[in-house]
């Protein structure tokens, strides 16, 4: 069977009530395989077979349900609406107003009956004009949701005579759908902050002539030049092949310093250029920029949803039906079996009908979720769904690669020790005339180190590899030797006192090379792969967000793998490991603790992340698979990150229960209080409202980015 994905923007979806709607509609149509959708972007995923169903039938089934669904690439090329209608909610909410005040005020005077009914009735009618068409909808569908809940308690308001409750029900909750409108679509925007990132326009350089065009991004072909000038913002990925500047790259990774970039330095999408004017080639086209992908992969997340949504979602789904039975029952069984007064049951029924609407307790999460994503995006902590950021929130136990994640991944000199009389710039300056022929990690590491010191060297002769040893050749018509511990032996110039530091530099976890001449070792040059900054510190900050076992697993020797251990803090570490002893060692924790992490370079440490409850990336800012095969990707390589992300989801996780808590508690007071006819109509709206409204700012809450 063929399928097709179309994506489309559903205007006036705001909330869970709709997504509903439609899943019973558009979900179980012929032809529709799976939906999915993007409330705070308004967004619906059709997967569907082409030849059972198209898209116009698709659309047409939207409209039955009182929305309109447009294709997501043709909604931007529709014309803007005039003001006034982008704003008739809040038009029709206003004038909804105003005539429940004017009623108000001809109820205190006598003999306006009449007058004061028509006023309680425009209040009504500007109040629950958008809500009528679904609660149709859901009457025929026989599928009662909060619309249908609303207009039957102020039919039945109206059908007993309180016309005030009706009309302030009415208002109530056109004010509560207004809020609500206004508040999702604050947590919209941010979302849409991240698309502003990046600007439209690039300035592209003619190779053959020098001139500059501005173009769109999306025009910009792989490989042309562009030119970024100082203050403006990098419009595609590229590789720096002219100028020097510092770049601002906090608004994907972060980081809060500026990184310097020079030739052959990356350059990302969405980042500002600071001080010098930049030419770069573009590697990437618009739409695969790490920042193209950043944003596709939180929109993406809503789709994997949290425990906690799956829950609610499920939960209201039986409770509506419940409670309107429970409505029913309350207004029916009183009055015929203890023949107590009609009047009073109906309107307790009537009163619980307004209680019972759910919107409260299924907005809660989602936007509490969505704002979380958002936030963790801001901070360059890329995280693939709402069910991971609530895995954070429970892991016990990490498990962290060594090379690439504790460390940088590559060699470097870490001491020079010069001996027999020599300096260390001697030393240095004969070891990279030595090395410059050889492509050992080593010997770049040394090379690395001459040109950060800015060592001359001139050209060495007879130059002779020993494999796997070392090397010789005669420089400034001397001979001179570079290589291992083991060929320092062999050249039988070692001593004693060079042995034991040697060893020494070797117990703690560094590599030795040895320069010497014909009559005398010369110096030893330590080089290991650097700890990451303050990697003691993070890994302490982890300890204190509530990880109970951080454990190093490696490949590396024993004495390196002790070494940077005993540096970092980590509570145990396994050493010589081939890839399926760590997924032996993720599933030890696993048993020990529960939930564990994995953090790894997202490639090599993929099955030992696949076992962990959570794989966690060292992205690298750009690289593609890092955050293909990860949870969660650290786009700066920042591991204080790390423990950010666990205190972030931690007050996710509190403020989700604080939502779910507070909405179930608040229904369960106002259901007892309505046994006793303590709570009126209008009390019971504003309540509702109120709950809704408190839950929504207390989630947007997570937008502010904590550190």
Known sequence: MTQEKLTYKVTGLDCAEEVAILKKVVGRAEGVTDLAFNILQAKM??????????????????????????????????????????????FFTLISGLSLIAAIVLHLKEGLLPLTRSFYFGTILFGVWFVLPKAFFSLRRLRPDMNLLMVVAII??????????????????????????????????????????????????????????????EEVALGSLVLIRPGEKIPLDGVVIKGDSSVDQSPITGESIPVPKGVGDELF????????????????????????????????????????????????RYYTPIMLLLALLMMI????????????????????????????????????????LTTAARQGVLVKGGVYLEIVGHIRAIAMDKTGTLTFGHPEVQEIVPLNSHTREELLERAVALERPSEHPLA???????????IKTEQVDSFQIFKGKGAQATYRGKSYWIGSHRFMHEMGQETDEIHDRALELEDAGHSVVAIGNQTHVCGLISIADSPRPFVAETILAIKGAGIQEISMLTGDNEPTAAALAKLSGVDTFYAELLPEDKVEAVIALRKKW??????????????AMAAANLGIAMGGMGTDAAIETSDVALMSDDLSKIPWLIRHSHKVLKIIKQNITFSLGLKALFIGLTFFNLVT??????????????????????LRSAK
Not at 594 to 607: E, R, T
């Open 681 to 702: 109509l209008w009390m019971a709206i504003a309540a509702d409202t109120g709950a809704t409204l408190l839950v929504i700012f207390n989630s947007l809450r997570l």
């Open 45 to 90: 995923i059709v997967t569907y077979d082409p030849k059972v169903i198209d898209s116009r039938k698709i659309s047409s089934l939207v409209a039955s349900t009182g929305l309109k669904a447009t294709p997501w690439d043709e909604a931007h090329l529709e014309p803007a609406l005039p003001f006034w209608q982008r704003h008739l909610r809040l």
């Open 444 to 454: 770049r590491a040394i090379l690395r180190k001459g040109e950060e010191e800015k």
């Open 269 to 316: 999408a969405g980042t500002l250029n600071e001080e010098g004017a930049l030419e770069c080639r573009v590697t990437k086209i618009a739409q695969e920029t790490t920042l193209s992908r950043i944003i596709h992969l939180v929109e993406e997340a809503r789709s994997k949803r949290s425990t906690s949504e799956q829950w609610v979602e499920s939960f209201a």
């Open 594 to 607: 529960g939930k564990v992490a994995m953090v790894g370079d997202g490639i090599n440490d993929a099955p």
């Open 156 to 217: 039945g308001a109206l059908a007993i005579g309180e016309w005030f409750e009706g009309a302030t029900v009415a208002f109530l909750f056109a004010l509560s759908l207004l809020l609500e409108q206004w508040s999702v679509g604050r947590a919209r925007r941010a979302i849409t902050s991240l698309m502003d990132l990046s600007p439209t326009l690039a300035r592209v350089i003619d190779p053959k002539t020098g001139h500059i065009e501005e173009k769109e991004v």
């Open 333 to 372: 069984v009183p009055p015929l079996i203890f023949a107590l007064p009609w009047f009073d049951w109906i309107y307790r029924g009537l009163v619980l009908l307004v209680i019972a609407c759910p919107c409260a307790l299924v907005i809660s999460t989602p936007v509490s979720i969505v704002s979380g």
